[in-house]
């Protein structure tokens, strides 16, 4: 049973039992997908249908940050623990990297997805890397195809939401990978364009803080965090 979170329902797991689970479906049959939605993306899905439905069809529905686990427990029905995607990104590599497992990168501004690799194959060393491909093409059909070809088992899929949670949906089983991760801006972490808070912020749920002073820019798409909280109240007195 999910979690509902103002109608996206989110896995209760903790981190290590979130990349158990994610281990699991990718030694399983098929395509599976995984997203780690904030509290600016269940917004979108109260606004997108479509959003809403390509993550709520996710095989794996992780709450990226405090935002989500402070809306949940609101709510009366607490998540385990929040697991942000690019941690939990760190966790899976580590097992592939055991394993000797294959990652296709894709995603972000031309050259970035190559930097992320070469940082990640340096620090996972066991880690094979199938391909790598940036996110501002036109057309998805070969974009699967040369992930087909590249024979990966993941892949990490980082072009913003809804975007990557909508292409995940549509392409994944066409890319023949087992696990397809949507993970928003961490190529440009593992590249290293962008730096992640330090721990202090984030202990204290203050990431999105830290990121608005770095790029303000971010003002707009911020707002949906108070939003997000009027809407959890307005849910609690509702039930
Ligand atoms: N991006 C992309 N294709 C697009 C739009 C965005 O590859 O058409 C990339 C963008 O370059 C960035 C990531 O998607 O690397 C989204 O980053 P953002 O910080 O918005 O994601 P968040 O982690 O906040 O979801």
Request: proline share 6%; net charge neutral; with cysteine.
């Given at each position: ?101 294959s990652?296709y990168?894709l ?21 094979v890397i199938a391909g790598t491909h ?6 998805d059909a070969p974009v699967a195809e040369a992930i087909r070809q590249s024979g990966a088992d993941?892949v ?15 392409n994944?089983?066409a890319t023949g990978a ?62």
């Open positions: 049973m999910r979690i509902d979170v103002l109608g996206v329902g989110f896995d209760n797991v903790t981190m290590a039992e979130a990349v158990d689970r994610a281990l699991a479906l990718l030694h399983g049959e098929g395509t599976h997908y995984v997203v780690t939605p904030n509290p600016e993306i269940v917004e979108v899905c109260r606004e997108n249908l479509a959003a809403k439905i390509a993550v709520n069809e996710a095989d794996l529905v992780l709450p990226d940050g405090i935002g989500v686990i402070k809306g949940a427990a609101m709510l009366g029905t607490p998540l385990k623990e929040k697991t942000p995607g690019i941690e939990f990104a760190g966790h899976l590599l580590e097992r592939m990297a055991e394993e000797g497992l990652l990168l995603g972000a501004k031309p050259g970035v997805a190559e930097a992320a690799a070469k940082n990640l194959a340096e620090r996972y060393p066991g880690l940036d996110g501002y093409f036109k057309e993941v990490f899929v980082c072009l913003g939401a809804p975007k990557q949670e909508l292409w995940m949906r549509k994944g089983p087992r696990l397809l991760c949507g993970l928003g801006g961490s190529l440009d972490v593992f590249a290293g364009v962008v730096e992640r808070a330090p721990k202090f912020w984030s202990d204290h749920g203050l990431e999105w803080f830290y990121r608005l002073c770095k790029e303000p820019r971010r003002i707009g798409r911020m707002m949906k965090l108070p939003l997000f909280l009027v809407h959890v109240k307005q849910e609690k007195r509702r039930k």
